[in-house]
């Protein structure tokens, strides 16, 4: 395969993979993450999994929204959140997999 274009494929999605990498780059919102990995949950679902305070967990939410790695979904007065992109997920599991022992 030729380097310069791994290289450049690599400059191309750099935006990208750095926005998602600055997403896990909290130990809030990777924990938030790591449960959406499994579920769609909701603002209070991922509060009680997380153990994370609404003041907090609304700042972390509003963050994963806008750097786009999370989709939500209404319904009635509940927004649930999900994984938007399930590369993110195949990163979440290769982390558990390096650095949380079996």
């Known amino acids: 395969m030729n380097n310069a274009l791994e290289i450049k494929a690599m400059r191309d999605a750099s935006e990208h993979v750095v ?10 919102r990777l924990m938030i993450l790591c449960h959406l990995a499994q579920y769609e949950l909701n ?8 153990q ?5 967990l609304s700042q972390q939410l509003m963050m994963l929204r806008k750097s786009n790695v999370v989709s939500t979904r ?5 927004i649930f959140y999900s994984i938007k992109d399930e590369k993110l997920v195949t990163v979440l599991q290769t982390l558990h997999g390096l650095y949380c022992p079996n």
Do not use: C, F, Y
């Open 19 to 28: 926005t998602v990498l600055k997403s896990l780059a909290n130990t809030d």
């Open 74 to 78: 209404r319904e009635g007065k509940q």
């Open 52 to 56: 994370i305070h609404q003041p907090t």
């Open 43 to 50: 603002v209070s679902q991922i509060e009680q999994m997380t």
